[in-house]
């Protein structure tokens, strides 16, 4: 049996794949909250639950750390994410957040921190309802517990306690197949250091290309192109949340943001969160706006590199602007700021600046999923909106 765990969950099932009798939406209905079973559920003897506080700086170390030597690695094991402890506090921290939801697993004796799973609350737009759904992330178990069965009950543990505050939905990714995906996204790269990116073996030199050539075909300017292109400020937050709001009501799942939500994901945070909007020279209103986030990987086995500077297209508006142009602005930015790659996933409409960009094609995919939610049919990339961390 292939998905032991996953066939006793409230998730699209393989075997119901084409079954049009069932209905799309919530696959359970919500229980009464004393229903919720009241005690989180029993970890193997030697391991006890913990909360981390993603506020103390020696917590936060222990996450890092955790996920620095022991979270998501590519295909060939040659690179592994490399969160930094403020990005984590973004991710975990935004509006309405529960600390209870930042869950980790110690060794009752050593105290040691050896797993991890979080959840954040999230208005999220699937089709036409907006529902209130936990977006799941960060599942890490130590390389050295793995296949002892943790992750289930992890997951059991975080849904207990996101059922505690009456939420009943969650969103999360994976690179693996899970019954089951409601989009499978394709991850594309676009090189901005190629002399770095094929020392450390992240890409290739092409067949009938030399160095020099590679590096001058991704040359970008040093300026940006678009006039009123600058970053995105406080004040520009109204704006900007009109732009976003608007822009993703047309995908089938989004995020359904509000002006607090556009404040913590949206504005700048040095190393985290980039943004820049474009303020028409005459008008001076915000027609667009593009962001990435920042998520280093450690580098496993490189004697001159330890670290991939890495941005993550976030979410990019282009109303007056081609989108074509804004991306282009967003990797001059990225360069000049000294990533090595910029990586985006082929949902909105990013398919449409990919090749012209000079983006490849990574060598997997990102799955999405949803929890106690049915869609009669997997979304095709470009009806998605939303960009998990
Ligand atoms: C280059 O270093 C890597 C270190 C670990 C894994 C991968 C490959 C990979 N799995 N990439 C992605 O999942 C990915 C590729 C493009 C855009 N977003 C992505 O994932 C995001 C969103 C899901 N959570 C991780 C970060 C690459």
Redo the contacts with the bound molecule.
């Keep these: 049996k292939k998905h032991p765990f996953w066939e006793t969950q409230p998730v699209g099932q393989f075997n119901e794949i084409g079954d049009s009798t069932l209905p799309e939406g919530p696959i359970e209905a919500p229980k009464p909250l004393s229903e919720v079973r009241p005690e989180s559920y029993n970890l193997p003897g030697a391991y006890e639950w913990t909360t981390c506080d993603i506020d103390d700086d020696a917590a936060a170390a222990e996450v890092y750390n955790l996920l620095s030597n022991n ?5 060939e094991n ?5 969160y930094s402890k403020e990005f984590l506090r973004w991710a975990l921290r935004p509006p309405g957040y529960f600390k209870q939801w930042h869950i980790g697993v110690r060794v009752k004796g050593s105290k040691k921190l050896v797993a991890f799973i979080t959840a954040v609350p999230a208005k999220i737009k699937v089709r036409k309802e907006i529902v209130l759904m936990a977006e799941v ?1 960060f599942l890490c178990v130590h390389k050295k517990l793995r296949s002892k069965r943790l992750a289930p009950v992890m997951i059991k543990e975080v849904t207990r306690r996101v059922h505690l505050e009456n939420i009943w939905q969650a969103s999360y ?3 693996v197949v899970l019954p089951t995906p409601i989009s499978t ?1 394709q ?3 676009r090189s901005l250091n190629p002399k770095k990116l094929i020392d450390v073996g ?1 890409s290739r030199l092409g067949a009938r290309m030399t160095m020099s050539r590679t590096m001058k075909l991704y040359k970008l300017s040093e300026k940006t192109i678009t006039p009123g292109f600058r970053k995105m400020e406080l004040r520009d937050v109204p704006e900007v949340t009109r732009l976003v709001c608007k822009y993703l009501a047309q995908f089938e799942v989004a995020p359904n943001f509000d002006e607090y939500d556009v404040e913590h994901w949206i504005l700048p945070k040095a190393d985290v969160v980039d943004s820049y909007v474009v303020e028409s020279p005459v008008t001076h209103v915000v027609t667009d706006f593009c962001s990435f986030y920042t ?1 280093p ?2 580098i496993l086995m490189n004697s001159n590199y330890s670290i ?1 500077k ?1 941005a ?2 976030f979410y990019n508006v282009a109303t007056k602007t081609p989108l074509i142009q804004l991306m282009n602005d967003a990797l001059i930015i990225a360069k000049k700021n000294d990533y090595d ?1 910029f ?3 082929d949902l909105m409409y990013n398919e449409s600046f990919l090749k012209e960009l000079k983006f490849g094609p ?3 995919h ?1 799955h999405y999923y949803l929890y106690n939610y049915r869609l009669c049919q997997p979304l095709k990339p470009s009806e998605l909106g939303l ?3």
Aim: net charge negative; charged share 15%; with cysteine.
């Design positions: 979270y998501v690695e590519d295909d040659m690179f592994r994410f490399n992330n990714t994976a690179g996204c991850y594309w790269h992240f998520l990987s450690s991939l890495a993550y297209s790659v990586n985006a996933l990574g060598d997997g990102l960009v998990l961390l």
